[in-house]
């Protein structure tokens, strides 16, 4: 792809011709690396220590200015020598046409200590080594574990390529093309659980395949008027997995309540991967002046998905499911609408005002069945009155809504606005939540180098009934369920269904003291209040902290500074129960768990530009300098505490706490006029603890087979010397 | 469509809301009484580039020629200020004889028409811009979230140079946190997409000229914008997760996090603020999970997902639970 890419930018390139300008720039040098790092090279794929290749261009031809000429080209190239390089071709006639190719790596490195016994990583089917003794009870009783563990680094690669076409025509019309393929490779992570319940499953995490491509398209006509614009367009996006399935040979040893042939070694389980899946929308939308003062603009979609990937039997063992499925696949069809209306007026030379309509259906067309499962590839195929029946959500959102400003004398402007949103779910325990939102701010600077400004707004949803079953008794054969059985506790309210009022104020102020001098600060708070005092979450909070400077005292040195302060909390409550009704109703088994967020970060930066080295280049320009400097610091910690009722024991976690230093130092050195030898310097540090990943090998969960990685930590320092040339 | 508004009011108060509503929608339609933020009057020089390059060429304490090194400066494009039978630069910075024959008391020149500073209100700057850029822009720009809230196009895009600064993928994010600072130390958390590293940019996601979309996505919801890099999470699936199917952004932050995958809050007991069913669900996890006082699976590893690892939706005939 690499190379259909360049030989299009080259072939591009041969486009242009005279009354051009051409400029290039190469930048060409070797970096190094003290050490090698995983994380350090999340996305960049800077990951081994030792010589790196720095190699960057930029060609550009454009028209004289003043020629009559419009034709132009540009290739471009960045971080070649890296995993993360990026190629970009453009070529075209100014106002007539342009075609643009890209292409992009990212990588993504999460972790690569994990450890794993089963062999074939990365392929569909996983099985274990020879000798393999398996455990029926812990997996702190497989002897053979350690001696078969393999490492396992969790890496994955984005290639993304793109082609975009655009052509002006006469009469104010335009047409756009693109197309764009995703290919994504690697190794991600799954769980493989076999077993009937919670109380004998047994699992293990996976190394499971990544091969995903997905094509986008998007073709629009657009015609631009006097005072009017219309347009239509197509988006197609089609996904595809290369893996349809992943098995795994069960490690653990038989439970009572397995069917034979569940446990080692004949005992497999299997998992769906994500299914192919395509998306087509087609939409037209315009905008018109309907006075001098008075825009309308209008958007309608109509869109489609689709999800037809052919099902995996019930089990991997067919003598566990005699009952055939109901259907050879989903034949899911969701169709999506939305219409977005906005009128945007200035009736006043002082007034400004919004007001808009937005209407957004998800139809969820796929059919309804009932499935007769086998729990884990582990029990019998459950009887047709136990059956499930898969539930489409459908979701309804209207919103209208209006925003109003009005600028008051001696530069200050009143803020107003109010929306009303309308949400109808299916299978929902909540049917309907309407949302009331009010907004309120001012902005002024009257006062001279000072500017304030004020936010606030506040939410209110309200819902209809509460049916907390309504989601169990809607996947179950009707008549084999209790209309009065329950899934979650009864008193549950869940978040995103919950009435709940939303409040948030904002504070901004920026003070300039002198005409290099700026000094900033902000506040915001936040609180979302679960109004219903039952389980769930209960309130959740935010209060940020930020101050800012900047001091010019030259036209060549600018220095800046920031502190930034978030606190996320959150409390919940909930009542831990069992079948038993006494469980249900007993306020001894109450929990309640409050966590904190913060992150606190501060940075300071230097910029000294073009400084006289004090003597000049052979060609006689002047020999300047540029450096840069930067120091950024970012820490979080989260503490969560738990109480419980009389009735249960709980302790407070060990705190999580990431911290992440940055120094970076950049000097450009120009020799000539075209010359220039570039100098930079990353120091980065990064730590963290993780209560769920540090100390916790494969083999810590009794029931789990873990990677057991470590939660990140790495120092590493990347220096590089390269020479730009300008031709 | 039924929105229902219901007024907790009486009726003079419904009669009130009722006038006020007709009153806005009559100033709508009104032709407006005085158009916004005219350009200044003044004569135009119609000198050319050349007339003001005598004082702003290069080398000067003002430059501005390396406008002919940029699009706008292609003279055979018809539509540019510099094309035959334009206004050159007063085509942006309108009638400016003032500015160039006028002298102030304090022996400074006057302004041009449109100074493009700090002190004009945007409508007034971003007039010459939109003159030609309405189709370019988008049409949502008319009471997009920058347009309502007077950012100006030259507050983030620099004209003068040949490289606009927000146009460059490296340098773009630092153009938005300007005065996007909280989304600045956003990407500064441990779970973050990789936009510090410069394998994305704002607007990859975002349309700064506005959208139909809440938070100016760029497609018509949250989570196609979403799908546009996750297009694997899009189903429909066989056994969906409802608030999956709805919105990303109910269990994701997308800026960044101190969680692992940008979750919003630490699970599980953030996937326990929804699944309080019998037995493990509604389990109270806390210290007692953790070694050295235990090994809880709820707690260790993956938490959760250590066994419903298809979070996103399954597929697969038997998997209800989320775990095939």
């Known amino acids: 792809m690499k190379r259909w890419l360049l030989a299009g930018g080259v072939a591009l390139a041969g486009v242009a011709y005279g009354d051009s300008v051409v400029e290039a720039e190469v930048e060409l040098g070797v970096g190094y690396l003290d050490e090698s790092s995983f994380r350090y090279g999340k996305y960049t794929g800077l990951v081994d220590d030792g010589l790196e290749v720095i190699a960057n261009f930029n060609f550009t031809s454009r028209p004289v200015w003043d020629s009559g000429a419009t034709r132009y080209w540009r290739l471009g190239g960045e971080r070649l020598g890296f995993d993360s390089r990026r190629l970009e071709a453009e070529a075209g006639e100014q106002g007539r046409m342009r075609l643009r190719l890209n292409f992009q790596e990212t990588p993504r490195n999460l972790f690569e200590d994990g450890q794993t016994p089963f062999l074939g990583a990365g392929s569909q089917r996983l099985i274990l080594p020879a000798g393999w003794e398996a455990a029926a009870a812990s997996t702190a009783a497989m002897t053979t574990l350690d001696e078969n563990l393999l490492d396992f680094s969790q890496r994955q690669r984005r290639r993304d390529a793109s082609l975009d076409y655009r052509q002006h025509f006469a009469a104010g019309w335009r047409f756009d093309a693109s197309m764009r393929r995703q290919i994504r490779d690697g190794r991600s992570e799954m769980a493989g659980t076999i077993g009937t319940n919670g109380g004998n499953s047994r699992a293990a995490l996976l190394p499971a395949p990544v091969d995903y491509e997905t094509d986008t398209f998007d073709v629009s006509l657009v015609r631009e008027g006097s005072g009017h614009l219309l347009g239509i367009a197509w988006h197609g996006s089609f996904f595809r997995n290369s893996d349809r399935e992943l098995s795994w040979q069960n490690p653990f040893g038989p439970q009572p309540q397995w069917q034979p042939g569940a446990a080692f070694p004949d005992g497999f389980g299997q998992l769906a991967l994500l299914p192919d899946n395509d998306f087509q929308q087609v939409r037209v939308f315009g905008q018109m002046a309907l006075t001098p003062t008075t825009r309308a603009s209008l958007d309608l979609a109509r869109g489609r998905m689709r999800q037809d990937q052919r099902f995996l039997p019930y089990s991997v063992d067919a003598d566990l499911a005699p009952t055939p499925l109901p259907r050879a696949d989903l034949n899911g069809k969701v169709d999506t609408t939305l219409a977005h209306l906005r009128l945007n007026s200035r009736p006043l030379p002082r007034l400004n005002l919004t007001g808009r309509v937005r209407y957004e259906d998800r139809d969820n067309k796929t059919p309804q069945d009932v499935f007769l499962p086998v729990s884990g590839d582990a029990g019998l195929q459950v009887a047709p009155e136990n059956g499930r029946i898969n539930r489409p959500y459908g979701l309804t959102r209207s919103e209208i809504g209006f925003d109003g400003a009005y600028r008051l004398p001696q530069r200050t402007r009143l803020n107003f606005g109010y929306e009303h949103r309308l949400r109808k779910r299916d299978f929902s325990e909540v049917n309907t939540a309407r949302e009331d939102v009010f907004r309120a701010g001012v902005r002024t600077q009257r006062f001279q180098a000072v500017s304030l400004g004020l936010d606030a707004s506040h939410e209110r949803r309200n819902t209809s009934r509460y049916v907390g079953n309504r989601p169990l008794l809607a996947t179950r054969v009707p008549g084999s369920v209790d209309p009065e059985a329950f899934e979650n506790h009864p008193n549950l309210r869940r978040y995103y269904l919950a009435d709940r009022d939303r409040d948030r104020v904002q504070l901004r102020a920026d003070v300039h003291p002198a005409d290099n001098w700026h000094l900033g600060a902000a506040f915001a708070w936040s609180r979302d209040d679960y109004r219903e005092d039952l389980f769930g979450l209960d309130e959740s909070r935010l209060r940020s902290w930020m101050l800012d400077a900047g001091y010019v005292p030259t036209d060549k040195v600018r220095l800046s500074a920031f502190y930034h302060h978030d606190r996320y909390a959150s409390s919940q409550r909930a009542r831990s129960f069992t079948a038993a009704p006494p469980t249900v109703n007993d306020p001894d088994r109450d929990w309640s768990v409050d966590t904190r967020d913060t992150h606190e970060t501060w940075g300071l930066s230097l910029d000294l530009e073009g400084l006289d080295a004090g003597f000049a280049t052979r060609d006689g320009s002047a020999r300047s300098l540029d450096v840069r400097l930067d120091y950024t610091d970012s820490r979080s910690r989260g503490q969560i505490g738990v109480e419980a009722g009389p009735a249960l024991a709980a302790a407070d976690l060990p705190n999580l706490s990431t911290r992440f230093q940055v120094v970076s130092l950049s000097a450009t050195q120009r020799i000539s006029e075209a010359a220039r030898i570039r100098f930079a310097f990353e120091h980065e540090r990064y730590r963290s603890r993780d209560f769920a990943l540090d100390g916790v090998g494969p083999a810590s969960v009794a029931q789990v087979l873990l990677f057991g990685e470590a939660s990140p930590r790495y120092r590493a320092n990347w220096v590089t010397l390269s020479y730009l040339h300008r031709f | ?324």
């Not at chain 2, 200020?81 to 400016?96: K, L, N, V, W, Y």
């Open chain 2, 1 to 324: 469509m039924s929105f229902g508004v219901r007024l907790p009011v009486s009726r003079r108060m419904q009669a009130a809301v009722q006038g006020l509503v007709t009153g806005l929608l009559l100033l709508l339609c009104s032709p407006g009484w005085g158009y916004p933020d005219a350009v200044p009057a003044g004569e135009y020089l119609d000198r050319g580039v050349e007339g003001c390059l005598m004082c702003h060429g290069q080398g000067s304490q003002w430059p501005a020629h390396d406008i002919l090194n940029t699009v706008h400066g292609v003279r055979g494009d018809g539509r540019t200020p510099f094309a035959e039978g334009q206004r050159a630069c007063e085509a942006c910075h309108g009638p400016s004889a003032d500015h160039v024959m006028g002298r102030r008391e304090d022996g400074g020149r006057p302004a041009t028409a449109i100074g493009f500073t700090a002190a004009e209100p945007a409508s007034l700057k971003d007039r010459p811009c939109l003159d030609c850029h309405q189709a370019d822009t988008g049409h949502h720009w008319q009471g997009s979230a920058h347009q309502f809230d007077e950012v100006a196009c030259t507050d983030c895009h620099q004209l003068h140079t040949p490289q606009d600064r927000v146009m460059v993928r490296l340098s773009q994010a630092e153009v938005c946190s300007d005065c996007h600072r909280r989304t600045r130390s956003e990407f500064l958390r441990p779970s973050t997409h990789p936009v510090r590293s410069g394998n994305m940019v704002c607007t990859d996601c975002h349309a700064p000229h506005g959208s139909m979309t809440p938070g100016e996505l760029l497609r018509g919801t949250l989570n196609e914008s979403c799908y546009e890099c996750h297009a694997e999470y899009r189903g429909p699936f066989l056994w969906e997760h409802a608030p999956v199917a709805e919105d990303c952004s109910s269990c994701h932050e997308p800026h960044g996090s101190s969680h692992r995958n940008l979750l919003s809050r630490r699970s599980p007991w953030m996937c326990q603020e929804c699944h309080l069913a019998q037995f493990h669900p509604s389990t109270v996890e806390s210290g007692l999970g953790v070694p050295p006082q235990g090994a809880s699976r709820q707690v260790l590893g993956r938490d959760c997902l250590n066994c419903h690892t298809q979070v996103h939706g399954s597929n697969h005939p038997s998997g209800a639970g989320l775990i095939r």
